[in-house]
């Protein structure tokens, strides 16, 4: 197993914009879904965006239009762009290998 490491999150106003990277400790060429899930206290770990080997990507509806994810597997990287964000998208986010290989998570927080 790949070990993942995210990095980017921070504090930010509402409308602003953010970079999350995710960097994988050995190749993740042949791993078939990476991902972004995130968690808000007190609610359950969701799904934020989802990209395929082949580079098909599945969003959430409330992040579908602002956010893109994108991995480079020369680099074994992959990022989520995060623009116009709301105070809802407040929550630690985790990068995720195949949906059972997690990183530790990054603190999003975005103020009103």
């Known amino acids: 197993q790949v070990r993942l490491v995210e990095s980017g999150g921070g504090l930010v106003q509402a409308g602003g914009s953010l970079r999350l990277s995710c960097a994988a400790s050995?190749?993740?060429?042949?791993?078939?879904?990476m991902g972004w899930y995130r968690q808000a206290p007190g609610k359950q770990r969701e799904l934020v965006a989802t990209?395929?080997?082949?580079?098909?990507?599945r969003y959430a509806n409330s992040v579908k239009g602002r956010f893109t994810i994108s991995r480079d597997n020369a680099k074994n990287m992959v990022y989520l762009q995060m623009n116009s964000l709301k105070p809802e998208d407040t929550a630690v986010y985790y990068c995720?290998?195949?949906?059972?290989?997690w990183g530790q998570g990054t603190q999003v927080t975005v103020s009103s």
């Open positions: 050995g190749s993740i060429a042949s791993i078939d879904v």
């Open positions: 995720v290998a195949d949906y059972v290989n």
């Open positions: 990209i395929t080997d082949g580079g098909g990507t």
